[in-house]
C-alpha cells in the first residue's frame, strides 16, 4: 500500500494529470463514485481504504490507488476502582481513563467473574447481588488491554437503634410520626442477634 495515514487524520488529495498542458482538474471518489466534498478525506475507518483519481474533463482518465489507515495504540488503561466493597443492592460505575484520548480502541466488553454476586452491563455499571467476591474486567477492542476491580460484596447492617419504633409498614423509625407508614406495632428494645443457651 503506498500511502498512509494515522486514524482520525484528515488530508486533502491532490493529483496532476499528463500532459502538464492538459486541464489539470481533478476530483476523487471514495469506493463508490460519488466525489469526495473538496477532495478531503477524514479517516475514521481503520485498515485499507480504496479510491480513485478522475481527470475532470475525461472520466476515463483516472489513477486507483489505496491508503493503509494505521490506528492510534492504547498506551495505557486506568479503572477509577481497583478494589471495591460494596453492600448488597448497591451500585457503582467503573469508568477507564484511556491513553492517549485519541487512542482508536475506546470500546470496553465488561464480564464479571461470578454473575450471582456481581453484575455488570455494557456501561460498565455494577451491582451487588449476593455476598461474596466477584472480578469484573473490562477488555478494550485492540484485543490487548485489559483493566479489573475486585468486588467484595456484603449484607447491609441494619441501623436500627433501641427505642425505635417499629411500624406496620415493616420500617422503622425513631420517630412517632411517619405517615402513612402504618400503626406502630412495637418498640426496638435490643439490636443484638439473641442466642439461647441451655
Not at 463514485?33 to 480504496?50: E, K, R
Amino acid at each position: 500500500v503506498p500511502y498512509k495515514m494515522i486514524h482520525g487524520e484528515t488530508f486533502t488529495f491532490k493529483a496532476k494529470v499528463l500532459p502538464a498542458k492538459a486541464s489539470q482538474g481533478v476530483w476523487f471518489s471514495g469506493g463508490g463514485y460519488a466525489a469526495l466534498n473538496d477532495n478531503t478525506y477524514t479517516a475514521n475507518t481503520i485498515g485499507v481504504q480504496y479510491f480513485t483519481a478522475y481527470a475532470s474533463d475525461d472520466t476515463s482518465v483516472r489513477y486507483h490507488f489505496s491508503v493503509e489507515v494505521i490506528p492510534v495504540p492504547v498506551q495505557s488503561a486506568v479503572i477509577n476502582y481497583e478494589n471495591l466493597d460494596i453492600c448488597i443492592g448497591d451500585q457503582a460505575y467503573l469508568d477507564v481513563t484511556i491513553t492517549p484520548s485519541n487512542a482508536s480502541y475506546q470500546e470496553i466488553t465488561w464480564s464479571s467473574s461470578d454473575k450471582d454476586v456481581v453484575s455488570v452491563d455494557s456501561k460498565g455499571m455494577i451491582e451487588g447481588k449476593a455476598a461474596g467476591t466477584a472480578v469484573v474486567t473490562g477488555k478494550l477492542n485492540d484485543g490487548i488491554t485489559e483493566v479489573s476491580c475486585t468486588v467484595k460484596v456484603t449484607e447491609r447492617q441494619a441501623t436500627v437503634s433501641v427505642g425505635d419504633y417499629y411500624y406496620s409498614n415493616g420500617k422503622t423509625s425513631s420517630s412517632k410520626d411517619e405517615t402513612g407508614w402504618g400503626e406502630i406495632i412495637g418498640v426496638v428494645f435490643s439490636v443484638q442477634n439473641p442466642s439461647l443457651n441451655d
